[in-house]
């Protein structure tokens, strides 16, 4: 009967079955990092958590968003690197390539400015074991937000969209990448899940408004909505600075349960992800195969474009 209901046809074009993940079990860290104006310090500063986290056991490390500049329209032209150029014009993702390389770990390398011709762009760097640049993403939604008496931010006053979708194949599964607000689109989130990601990570830094309640409630959301692993880094809480972040670094399994998360100071959480949870939530409730493709479709307009 369930066949009348084609749900291999709610993903166009059809879903991607997850490639067997290339270890059953590993450590992940997230690392709140404070962060000041001083950038130099910041790149040193992150360095010493990389390190930390991975003498601790961690195979992958995941860095806020913009952890190496102030999160301020202000801040961001000054602090942007060119990414492609490397070397010099930028010391932040040369860092992470180097202990990437030393240390035999992938990092997920939270998000920094990026300078890309007369265009800045808020963008995450993801470096394999080898400390080679395996992909990069720019953060596709802006967030642009106005909530009187509280809080107002527009992204776009300085930042570009960036225009791609970003999943990565690494030592340690498949990733989809999206940068803080990204996690509001559950559309976002289902792409990468039909494009067979383990996992998902979204370096984001929200605030004391929307922080205490969609944070939590939103990771939560786009684990269990796509049965997979979600972890996010926020920097750690400054009360003085002009964009007061949330923190609560956070690793939710795939049943929507938190598995490790943390207050607002600056430190770093270590917790293991286990891939055999996925595929037993995903036995429990099999809602890949329950969905009403006859009713409705999620269409990947890179992928079928592609195609």
Known sequence: MAS???????????AVQSPPPPVSKFKIALCQLSVTADKERNIAHARKAIVDAAEKGAQLVLLPEIWNSPYSNDSFPVYA???????????????????????????IGGSIPERAGDRLYNTCCVFGTDGKLMATHRKIHLFDIDIPGKITFMESKTLTAGESPTIVDTDVGRIGIGICYDIRFQELAMLYAARGAHFLCYPGAFNMTTGPLHWELLQRARAADNQLYVATCSPARDAGAGYVAWGHSTLVGPFGEVIATTEHEETTVI?????????????????????????????????????
């Open 4 to 14: 009348a209901f084609m749900p291999e046809q709610a993903r166009v074009p059809p």
């Open 81 to 107: 690197e060119d990414i492609d150029a490397g070397g010099g014009a930028s010391p932040s993702s040369s860092m992470l390539a180097e202990v990437a390389r030393s240390l035999h770990i992938t990092i």
């Open 271 to 307: 917790a293991e992800i286990d891939y055999s949870l996925i595929e037993l939530r995903r036995s429990n409730l099999p809602l890949e195969k329950q969905r009403r493709g006859d009713l409705y479709q999620l269409v990947d307009v890179q992928r079928l474009n592609s195609g």
